[in-house]
């Protein structure tokens, strides 16, 4: 719990303690004047405690810009260990660790780590939702945007309403079981966006977009089928015994025999060219050399010799390549011939000839192509259709179990508030809220909308969340109770002192409530403030923020 918070600007001229106040589990009452005195403190004081509990809304009040940058220190008690702090409202997003009479010691926690550690301090077992997120909204005061009765789930006007209902479920722990509801629709949602990115970008046929199409295209796939069993009667008795997979194996099978053929024609021309190179590449013969030396006897024949010599080893390696090159070329061509054969034989096993005709392969092949085409585009029909299924029902799981979250809770909350209702003396309906979807809830009292009836209903529906949830504390300003009658404003002062938790409460005029609340209030009082020299900082100025 927060146990205390001072600064060296309070002027707390009535307390023993003049920059120092003292918190208690249960209520914590800062007490105004009896004429309902402005900017003395009461609201300021709570966006303190808010500051403590690592808000921002104090950062832009009046105070901090009448008296410039200072530190505030707090210290929170659990179970019997107390920490000191102390966070500046120039560096709000650090606060340093202090010693119990405030020094700092050099260590500092930045405010996410800061409202971490007050969420596992205070036994917060919500993985889903932030300190902040659980606290802030229930914190209502002056300076802050929570405070519209018909909305009490909103922490700002312009939040949407499923995120508000969103941390309301959080808050109840409900989120933990939607949340595998959440996860399998957001997996459905990637899945149908992948498949149809795939398709506009050609990687997978374009599916057909309606039942109807599906069954056209079903039935030109069987006249298709229908006019190739036709065809192959007509072209050949033993290939219109075949099945369309036979046929469309054997017209593979033909394809890689034409482009065997064409290799192995290749091969033969290679080896034909290399032959001749072998016939074409010998030498001078002796005698050729000597008939040559009668004619042209001044010719240095020596020399000549030794070129011949020379020419005749490089002959030599050449024709060693070119034989090596002749080898590898048959052994290829025998490889391929072979690989003719193979294909042929299993053209065989199927039943069919080997030299089935072109023109028939040929329509074949455009009948069989025509059917692939419109079979994929179906499968890719029934695909769409089976993603649009699991989204569909993804999103359907997911609204059923969140229809069934909210009802758990609006049951709870709506049981509570009629019980903490049934306190008041001067009996009226009771608020309840009615979630109509996880976008859209109301929050109202039957028969009654008036002012001081909404702001009960705002009061209550705090109690309520503060009893049936994890929420460590509320704070409340004075202005919510203004408009309240006073025997209202009674019971809910007594609940208030009922409660285990802590409640920050800021009220003034306290003479219009009845002997027991006034006592309650006085009991409970931690901060007394008042005009001028008795206001917080020890004088007032313009209207409080």
């Not at 009461?42 to 009046?62: E, P, R, V």
């Not at 020596?302 to 090596?324: A, P, W």
């Not at 009960?456 to 203004?482: C, E, G, N, R």
């Not at 009082?525 to 917080?536: D, P, Q, R, S």
Request: with cysteine; charged share 25%; hydrophobic share 35%.
């Amino acid at each position: 719990m927060l146990k205390e918070i001072s600064c060296d600007k309070f002027k707390i001229s009535n307390s023993d303690s003049p920059e120092k106040i003292f918190f208690s589990e249960g209520l914590n009452t800062i007490l105004g004047g009896q004429k309902g005195d402005n900017s003395i403190g009461k609201s300021t004081m709570l966006q303190i405690i808010d500051f403590a509990f690592g808000g921002d809304t104090y950062i832009k009040s009046d105070a901090v810009r009448e008296i410039g940058p200072h530190i505030i220190n707090f210290a929170f008690q659990f179970g019997s260990q107390t920490e000191y702090y102390a966070r500046s409202t120039s560096d709000m997003d650090n606060i340093n660790i202090c010693t119990d009479n405030y020094e700092v010691t050099g260590q500092t926690l930045s405010k996410k780590d800061f409202t971490k550690h007050l969420m596992t301090s205070y036994d917060m077992n919500l993985g889903d939702i932030t300190f902040r997120q659980a606290v802030s909204l229930y914190f209502r005061m002056q300076g802050k945007s929570n405070l519209i009765t018909s909305r009490p789930l909103s922490n700002v006007p312009q939040e949407r309403i499923n995120t508000t209902i969103l941390t309301l479920e959080k808050l109840f722990g409900a989120y933990t079981k939607i949340k595998d509801y959440e996860r399998a629709l957001k997996d459905a949602d990637e899945k149908k966006k992948a498949y149809d990115k795939a398709r506009k970008l050609e990687l997978i046929p374009n599916a057909t977009t309606t039942q109807k199409q599906k069954n056209t295209n079903s039935e030109a796939i069987e006249n298709l089928k229908q006019e190739l069993v036709d065809f192959t009667r007509k072209t050949d008795t033993k290939v219109s015994n075949t099945n369309l997979e036979d046929l469309n194996e054997t017209a593979e099978l033909s394809g890689c025999i034409t482009a065997n053929k064409r290799k192995l024609s290749h091969l033969r021309s290679r080896l034909t060219i290399v032959e001749q190179n072998v016939r074409n590449s010998s030498s001078l013969a002796k005698s050729d050399i000597d008939e040559f030396a009668e004619f042209f006897p001044e010719a240095d024949i020596k020399q000549i010799s030794e070129i011949q010599n020379f020419h005749h080893k490089i002959v030599t390696v050449l024709d060693s390549e070119l034989n090596e090159e002749a080898q590898k070329i048959k052994q290829l061509i025998y490889f391929t011939e072979q690989e003719i054969k193979s294909l042929e034989n299993r053209i065989r096993d199927l039943g069919l000839p080997v030299n089935i005709p072109k023109p028939f392969i040929a329509k074949m092949s455009e009948i069989t192509s025509k059917i692939n085409a419109l079979e994929k585009q179906n499968e890719a029909y029934d695909i769409v259709q089976k993603l649009k299924n699991e989204h569909k029902t993804a999103r359907d799981n997911l609204q059923s179990m969140q229809v069934a979250q909210l009802s758990d809770i609006e049951a709870q909350i709506n049981q509570k508030l009629s019980l903490l209702n049934e306190t008041f003396s001067v009996k009226k309906y009771a608020p309840i809220i009615k979630f109509e979807s996880d976008s859209k809830y109301a929050y109202y009292t039957p028969e009654d909308d008036g002012t001081g009836t909404s702001w009960k209903a705002l009061i209550l529906f705090d109690i309520a969340i503060l009893q049936l949830t994890v929420l460590p504390a509320i704070a409340h300003d004075s202005l919510m109770m203004k408009n309240i009658e006073a025997t209202g404003g009674d019971a809910i002062i007594n609940l208030y002192n009922q409660s285990k938790k802590q409640v920050f409460f800021a009220i003034d005029e306290i003479e219009r409530y009845n002997e027991e609340s006034r006592d309650i209030l006085v009991q409970s009082t931690v901060l007394k403030l008042g005009k001028n020299e008795n206001a917080l900082f020890g004088r007032q100025w313009g209207k409080e923020n």
